[in-house]
C-alpha cells in the first residue's frame, strides 16, 4: 500500500515524499496517511470498496464547485484503491469542543449550522446523484436498514427483550412519518462531529460525505445536534436549531411547527442508526470504545422521553427506550474506568529539568536536541513550536517522524499497562536546548495523538512558553 502511495506522490509531484506517517480514522475502514516533502504535505487515502471511492471522489468535485470548503481531490489511482487529497491538519470539530468553553460552542456550531442550508438546498438543487452508493435516496429501503441496525446489532446485542412484531408494527408508523415530506434535498448523512474540520484559524471544512444521498433537511441538523459524544446542552441545541431554522427560511418557506415535529422525529432514528453502529463495533466488533458512546446516547433518549411528544403512536418503542433508559448495565459502560492522566510538558535543558508533582513517579524524559533545530534559521527564531511555519518544518524533517513514531510506540505500551494496573498519572516530557521549537512541537504533537483515547486525560505545560 505504502509503496503503491509513494508511486502516486511521485507521479503527482515529481518526488517522493520524505515521510509517509499513518494517521486514526476512527470508526472508518479506510486508512489515512500523511505524506510529506520540505515543500508538500497531502494525504492520501485507501479504500478497497472502489463505489464508495468512485461517491466520494465524484461529490467532492461537485461540493467545491459550488463553493463548499471540502478537500481538493489532487490525484486518483484508481486500480489500487488510492487517492491523494489536501491535508486539512488534525483538528476536527470534536477535537476543539472538548477544550473550548460555551460561547466558543455556540460560536462555532452557529456558523456551521448556518452553512448547512447551502449545501443542502443549493449545492443540492443540481447535485448529481449517479454515483451515490449505496443508495441515491434516504427512502423506505435505507430508513429501514437503519431501524434493522438498531434493532438486531444494539437491542439483541445488548439483550434488551422487545415483541418484534409490535415494533415492527411502530417502525412502518415512523417510516411513513419520516418519509411524508419533503425529502428532495441533498443529505450529508454523518453530518457530525467527527466530519467537520477546523484548519487554521478555524476555518470550516467538510469531509466524509460519500454517504450522501436525495433526503430531507431535517436528518443532517438531527446528527449535528444530537450527536452522542458532542455532549451539547438542550439549550444550546433549542439555540442552534432556531438559527438553523431562521437560515433556511432564507432558502425556501416551511411551516415550523411541523418542521420540528418531524426534526424531533429525525432525532430518534439517527439515535436508533448511532446506537446500532456503537452495539456493530463494540459488541459485534470487539472494540469496546465504541460501547462508551452508548451512555451518552442514552441520556438524549432521556431528554426525548421527557421532553417532546412526536404526532404519532408509537407505543412498543416508546416502551423499549423506558427499559434502556433504566438499563443499569448500558449506564454503567462508563463508570468503571479510570481515568489516566497523562501530564506532558516542554521544557530547556538550559533551566533544568521538570518535577513530577503527581506522586506517581513513572513516564520518560526524551532529549530532542539531536533533531533538526529551526532555531538556527532567522525567520524561526522568534516562533515557537506552536506555530505554523515551525510545524511544517519539523513535519517535513523525516527524523522528526522517525523519533515520533519511537515516542508512541513506547507511551502506548506504557498507557496499556497503566491503565490495566489502575496508575493514575503518567509523566512525558520533551526537552531541547531553549525550550521553544522542538520539545514544544513534539510535546503538542503527543498531546494531539492522545487526547481523544478513552479514559485518558491530557495535561500539557510548555514551562518556557508559558513563562
Keep these: 500500500m505504502k509503496e503503491n502511495i509513494k508511486l502516486l506522490f511521485k507521479k503527482t509531484f515529481g518526488v517522493e515524499p ?40 465524484d461529490f467532492a468535485k461537485q461540493l467545491k464547485h459550488s463553493g463548499i470548503n471540502v478537500p481538493a481531490i489532487i490525484a486518483v489511482d484508481e486500480e489500487n484503491d488510492i487517492y491523494l487529497l489536501e ?27 448556518r452553512i448547512l442550508p447551502k449545501i443542502q438546498i443549493e449545492a443540492g438543487r443540481c447535485f448529481d446523484y449517479t454515483n451515490a452508493y449505496p443508495r441515491k435516496a434516504f427512502d423506505v429501503q435505507s430508513v429501514q436498514w437503519d431501524l434493522n441496525y438498531f434493532k438486531y446489532y444494539f437491542l439483541k446485542l ?3 427483550p422487545f415483541n418484534e412484531q409490535e415494533l415492527e408494527n411502530d417502525f412502518e408508523v415512523l417510516k411513513n412519518y419520516l418519509l411524508d415530506c419533503d425529502c428532495e434535498h441533498l443529505l ?10 477546523l484548519k487554521d484559524n478555524y476555518e470550516i471544512f467538510f469531509i466524509d460525505f460519500q454517504g450522501a444521498r436525495k433526503g430531507a433537511l431535517q436528518y443532517d ?12 446542552s438542550p439549550e444550546t441545541r433549542e439555540k442552534l436549531l432556531n438559527i438553523y431554522i431562521e437560515e433556511v427560511k432564507k432558502y425556501k418557506d416551511i411551516k415550523e411547527d411541523d418542521f420540528r415535529n418531524r426534526f424531533y422525529a429525525y432525532v430518534y432514528i439517527r439515535i436508533m442508526q448511532a446506537m446500532g453502529s456503537y452495539g456493530y463495533r463494540g459488541y459485534f466488533q470487539k472494540k469496546e470504545h465504541f460501547l462508551k458512546s452508548i451512555p451518552f446516547a442514552i441520556e438524549n433518549i432521556r431528554y426525548l422521553e421527557n421532553n417532546i411528544n412526536l404526532p404519532v403512536d408509537l407505543p412498543c418503542m416508546h416502551g423499549i427506550f423506558q427499559q434502556i433508559i433504566t438499563n443499569e448495565k448500558l449506564l454503567s459502560i462508563s463508570k468503571n474506568n ?28 526524551f532529549d530532542c536536541r539531536a533533531l533538526p533545530n529551526p532555531g538556527r534559521y532567522e525567520e524561526y527564531k522568534s516562533l515557537n513550536g506552536l506555530d505554523s511555519s515551525v510545524i ?13 513514531e519511537s515516542v508512541c510506540s513506547l ?33 503538542q504533537k503527543l498531546a494531539n495523538y492522545l487526547k481523544n483515547r478513552e479514559n485518558i486525560k491530557v495535561n500539557v505545560q510548555h514551562i518556557e512558553q508559558n513563562q
Design 411 to 443: 507511551i502506548n505500551q506504557s498507557c496499556a499497562e497503566y491503565q490495566r494496573r489502575g496508575f493514575s498519572n503518567l509523566s512525558v516530557y520533551f526537552g531541547c536546548t531553549g525550550g521553544q521549537h522542538r520539545s514544544v512541537f513534539l510535546a
Design 188 to 197: 450529508y448523512r454523518d453530518f457530525q462531529s467527527r466530519n467537520i474540520m
Design 87 to 113: 491535508d486539512l491538519g488534525n483538528t476536527t470539530l470534536f477535537d476543539f469542543i472538548s477544550t473550548a468553553s460555551e460561547n466558543e460552542i455556540i460560536d462555532i456550531y452557529s456558523k456551521i449550522v
Design 221 to 232: 441538523i438531527a446528527s449535528l445536534l444530537y450527536d452522542a459524544k458532542a455532549n451539547l
Design 158 to 160: 445488548a439483550d434488551i
Design 18 to 57: 520524505n515521510s509517509i506517517c499513518e494517521i486514526a480514522a476512527h470508526g472508518s475502514s479506510r486508512k489515512y496517511f500523511r505524506c510529506s516533502t520540505e515543500v508538500v504535505k497531502v494525504l492520501a487515502a485507501y479504500n478497497s470498496d472502489k463505489k464508495e471511492n468512485i461517491a466520494f471522489i
Design 338 to 365: 479510570s481515568i489516566l492522566n497523562v501530564n506532558i510538558k516542554s521544557f530547556s535543558f538550559k533551566k533544568g529539568y521538570p518535577h513530577d508533582t503527581s506522586g506517581n513517579g513513572g513516564g520518560f524524559i
Design 392 to 404: 511544517e518544518f519539523l513535519e517535513a524533517k523525516e527524523e522528526v517522524q522517525l523519533f515520533f
